[in-house]
């Protein structure tokens, strides 16, 4: 199985238009306020987020991603305060997702039986997402 999900260097992307998050909990929100232009601008606002979680503490977020061409990407990034390394960056999340999603990557963790039976089980809900989650990786701004 294919582990890299980052592409060649100097290719060319469609850039990125946005970021906002659609949802947060009250205690984060004015952390997250975008929307955002780049992805190092929403990647510290990530982490300005999530330190000012308590120790301990999980705020479930929803996200909305879009490119200049309109495409759009939505999920949700759990922020969490003293993960080793500091919180998740959003940049990082959306590339795992779509990663996973199309097929490309799956966590350290997890056997190959897992990997598959997660990603089949979505499959059958949405049968287009793998090729739109390629497309995205292979065209689009991404962040670092």
Known sequence: ????????PGSRRIGLERVVFTWAPLNVRAW???????????????????????????????FEVM??????HRGRLDLVRDLPGGATPLSFKVRFDLAFFAGRHRPASWSDEQYWS????????MPTHPRACAQLLDGYELGL
């Open 1 to 8: 199985m294919k582990t890299s999900f980052l592409m060649a």
């Open 32 to 62: 997250l306020p975008g929307p955002f232009r780049g992805w190092a601008e929403a990647d510290g606002a990530v982490r300005a987020a999530a330190d000012a979680l308590e120790p301990g503490e999980v705020a479930k977020t929803y």
């Open 67 to 72: 490119w200049q061409d309109r495409r759009c």
């Open 118 to 125: 997660v990603w089949l089980e979505h499959l059958t809900h």
